[in-house]
């Protein structure tokens, strides 16, 4: 059974930091490119940051700077960290697995992240 578990989440102040935590159950971890995509209250949900499998990183412009994606292949997780966070990051972040080839994909339930003072 495949699960992608979102972790980290929760409420932190205007300049702040939180790192989010993505563990994946079920898949063939290094083949997948990993992201994290964020949707906040009535606005479509964005990438926030990527990484491939052949660990390949991209960043929203929003972002960059302040944001860092990375993986562990071997514990079979991927990780965001957040600093500098701003009241517009305030969202519900979710992390998706991509295996192009397959043309598979999953998602995570997601994990709420509120910046506010």
């Known amino acids: 059974q495949v699960q992608l578990v979102e972790s980290g989440g929760g409420l932190v102040q205007p300049g702040g930091s939180l790192r989010l935590s993505c563990a994946a159950f079920?898949?063939?971890?290094?083949?997948?490119?990993m992201g994290w995509y964020r949707q906040a209250p009535g606005k479509q949900r964005e990438l926030v940051a990527a990484?491939?499998?052949?660990?390949?990183?991209n960043y929203a412009d929003s972002v960059k700077g302040r944001f860092t994606i990375s993986r562990d292949n071997i514990k079979n997780v991927v990780h965001l960290q957040m600093n500098s966070l701003k009241a517009e990051d305030t969202a519900v972040y979710s992390c998706?697995?991509?295996?192009?080839?397959?043309?598979?994909?999953?998602w995570g339930k997601g994990t709420l992240v509120t910046v506010s003072s």
């Open positions: 990484i491939t499998s052949g660990l390949s990183t």
């Open positions: 079920g898949i063939f971890f290094s083949m997948y490119d």
């Open positions: 998706n697995a991509h295996w192009k080839i397959r043309g598979v994909s999953y």
